[in-house]
């Protein structure tokens, strides 16, 4: 069944741990916390600390993603904080199975984020390697952005070349993720539906989650 990974980033930053909280009480799978650098992307966000402060607020996995140029000097710092999966973008990485050997060496779940226009060639020679595959379906920055459309082949193709090798790698969809698309994400063959502002953007935020998990759960 999938599953859906509230982003902190559309929370409320002056609470963010009742935010991580009411998400794991709402049946959230896992916490998705961005880290932003002002190089590869053009906006800030949060570091380590902020990762090892949630740590002992949730139970929920922490799914840190590192939208940083040099992500390998910062692994073992998100390690160290308590980061349990730790995903990194290829365009940023040149030595792309050094660094996800290094997550794995530190005991962390290793994923692949690509941009949305970043061909999946790209990962051919590593995918058996990964522990997950994240595809962006908005530009990596901000949330509450709109979903790219012609993503929906790439969610495809990646399902099907997984499913040809007899690979069994989630494949987590982070961008534009709201009610509306999620059940065709799921057809797809989106595994982890992020959801920042479609949770956290909206009037009633259990609520908006609680409405998701149930179409998840409806979808299979
Ligand atoms: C965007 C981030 C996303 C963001 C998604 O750069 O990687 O995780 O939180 O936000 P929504 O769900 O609002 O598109
Ligand atoms: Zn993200």
């Known amino acids: 069944m999938g599953q859906i990974a509230p982003s902190i ?4 930053f002056t609470k963010i741990a009742e935010a991580v909280q009411m998400a794991e009480d709402a049946g959230g799978d896992v916490i998705h916390i961005d880290i932003m650098d002002g190089h590869f992307v053009p906006n800030l966000t949060f570091g380590p600390q ?3 402060s949630l740590r002992n607020k ?18 073992p710092l998100f390690a160290e904080a308590g980061a349990d999966w730790i995903s990194i973008h290829v365009e940023a990485s ?21 941009n949305p226009a970043t061909p ?40 099907k070349w997984i499913r040809d090798q007899k690979l069994q790698i989630p ?22 539906l992020v959801a920042g502002s479609a949770v956290f953007g ?7 989650l609680t409405k998701m998990k149930g179409l998840v759960r409806k979808t299979g």
């Open 202 to 208: 909206e009037k009633n935020p259990r609520e908006a």
């Open 50 to 52: 902020l990762v090892s």
């Open 171 to 192: 494949i987590e969809i982070d961008g534009g993720v709201n009610l509306s698309n999620m059940e065709e994400l799921i057809k797809d063959g989106a595994d982890i």
């Open 58 to 75: 949730t139970s929920l996995p922490l799914d840190v993603h590192l939208m940083i140029d040099n992500p390998r000097s910062f692994i």
């Open 94 to 114: 040149v030595h792309l199975h050094k660094d996800i050997t290094l997550i794995k060496e530190n005991g962390k779940k290793a994923g692949l984020a690509l």
């Open 9 to 12: 980033l559309s929370a409320d």
């Open 120 to 159: 999946l060639l790209l990962i051919e020679e590593i995918l058996e390697e990964l522990d997950f595959v994240l595809l962006m379906t908005v530009n990596p920055g901000w949330g509450g952005q709109e979903f790219i459309e012609s993503c929906h082949s790439k969610i495809s193709n990646l399902k």
